[in-house]
């Protein structure tokens, strides 16, 4: 189905395949989708166009991002990309990319912005689901422009989970995920990366009113608790 789509929106994108386009058509229903794409090349009626929702989740290293992420999906229905997770498949999948992804991420650094976004992309592009979940991004500011360039969709949301430094350190070296940036030297770097770049980022968004900053310390249920109602009085705007 979504291949199909796919090749379908070239006919309603006129320069560039945009995701908004391919977003578009992929809201259409089949039934209408081969009408209504004849009108549009017709130039009867123009595209209809919805924009996707997106959270960028950010937090320093250790300091639950994917964990809520995960009670995230299951209460909201969100599509959960990690920034982190789609590199580290990029290396698993012996790309192109792989060796000098591996490499940065052993030395906590940050993989140029095209990369990664390129990842996103790919992955959004290929979702049926309009409601996305983007963890561990933007890192830097240069992130956060390629997205925007890339990308060309503002996030609704952004997600700050504000842990303590010796709290994030334990938690990593506890994680027993055998990833190759868990041990202490790789940690102080990645805590230094997040001081330096990523909380310019954090600011950028505090200051455009789109930051939201969660306490997150406690159980995972406790922090869940004070997510919760971003998603519902989302969930009740677009409803009322
Ligand atoms: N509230 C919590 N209390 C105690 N441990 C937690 C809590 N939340 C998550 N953890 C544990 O801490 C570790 C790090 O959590 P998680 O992987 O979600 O962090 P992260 O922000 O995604 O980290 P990274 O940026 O390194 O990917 C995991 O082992 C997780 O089970
Ligand atoms: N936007 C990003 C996200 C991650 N990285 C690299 O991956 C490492 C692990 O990321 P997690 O989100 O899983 O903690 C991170 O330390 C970076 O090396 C990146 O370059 N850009
Ligand atoms: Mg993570």
Same mark, same amino acid.
């Given at each position: 189905?979504?291949?199909?789509?796919?090749?379908?929106?070239?006919?309603?994108?006129? =320069?560039?395949?945009?995701?908004? !386009?391919?977003?578009? =058509?992929?809201?259409?229903?089949?039934?209408?989708?081969?009408? *209504? @794409?004849?009108?549009?090349?017709? *130039?009867?009626? !123009?595209?209809?166009?919805?924009?996707?929702?997106?959270?960028?989740?950010?937090? #320093?290293?250790?300091?639950?991002?994917?964990?809520?992420?995960?009670?995230?999906?299951?209460?909201?229905?969100?599509?959960?990309?990690?920034?982190?997770?789609?590199?580290?498949?990029? @290396?698993?999948?012996? +790309?192109?990319? *792989?060796?000098? @992804?591996?490499?940065?991420?052993?030395?906590?650094?940050?993989?140029?912005?095209?990369?990664? /976004?390129?990842?996103?992309?790919?992955?959004?592009?290929?979702?049926?689901?309009?409601?996305?979940?983007?963890?561990?991004?933007?890192?830097?500011?240069?992130?956060? /422009?390629? $997205?925007?360039?890339?990308?060309?969709?503002?996030?609704? /949301?952004?997600?700050? $989970?504000?842990?303590?430094?010796?709290?994030?350190?334990?938690?990593?070296?506890?994680?027993?995920?055998?990833?190759?940036?868990?041990?202490?030297?790789?940690?102080?770097?990645?805590?230094?990366?997040?001081? !330096?770049?990523?909380?310019?980022?954090?600011?950028?968004? +505090?200051?455009? *009113?789109?930051?939201?900053?969660?306490?997150?310390?406690?159980?995972?249920?406790?922090? $869940?608790?004070?997510?919760?109602?971003?998603?519902?009085?989302?969930?009740?705007? !677009?409803? #009322?």
């Amino acid at each position: 189905m979504w291949r199909r789509v796919v090749s379908l929106s070239s006919f309603i994108s006129s =320069s560039r395949t945009s995701f908004v !386009a391919q977003t578009a =058509s992929r809201l259409n229903t089949c039934e209408s989708l081969t009408t *209504g @794409i004849a009108q549009q090349a017709k *130039g009867v009626i !123009a595209p209809k166009e919805k924009t996707p929702f997106i959270t960028f989740v950010l937090g #320093g290293p250790g300091s639950g991002k994917g964990t809520q992420c995960i009670k995230i999906v299951e209460t909201f229905g969100f599509t959960h990309l990690s920034a982190g997770d789609l590199l580290r498949r990029e @290396i698993a999948s012996n +790309s192109a990319d *792989g060796a000098m @992804i591996l490499n940065t991420i052993k030395e906590g650094k940050i993989v140029p912005s095209q990369v990664t /976004v390129k990842l996103i992309q790919k992955d959004m592009e290929s979702s049926d689901n309009d409601k996305f979940l983007i963890d561990g991004f933007p890192r830097t500011e240069e992130n956060r /422009v390629s $997205f925007d360039q890339i990308i060309s969709v503002e996030p609704n /949301v952004v997600l700050f $989970f504000d842990c303590p430094e010796e709290e994030m350190v334990k938690r990593v070296l506890n994680r027993n995920q055998g990833r190759v940036d868990d041990n202490l030297e790789t940690i102080k770097k990645r805590l230094q990366v997040f001081e !330096a770049l990523s909380l310019p980022v954090i600011n950028y968004y +505090s200051q455009r *009113g789109k930051l939201y900053t969660i306490k997150a310390i406690g159980t995972e249920d406790e922090i $869940f608790e004070q997510v919760r109602p971003i998603f519902t009085a989302f969930e009740l705007h !677009a409803a #009322g």
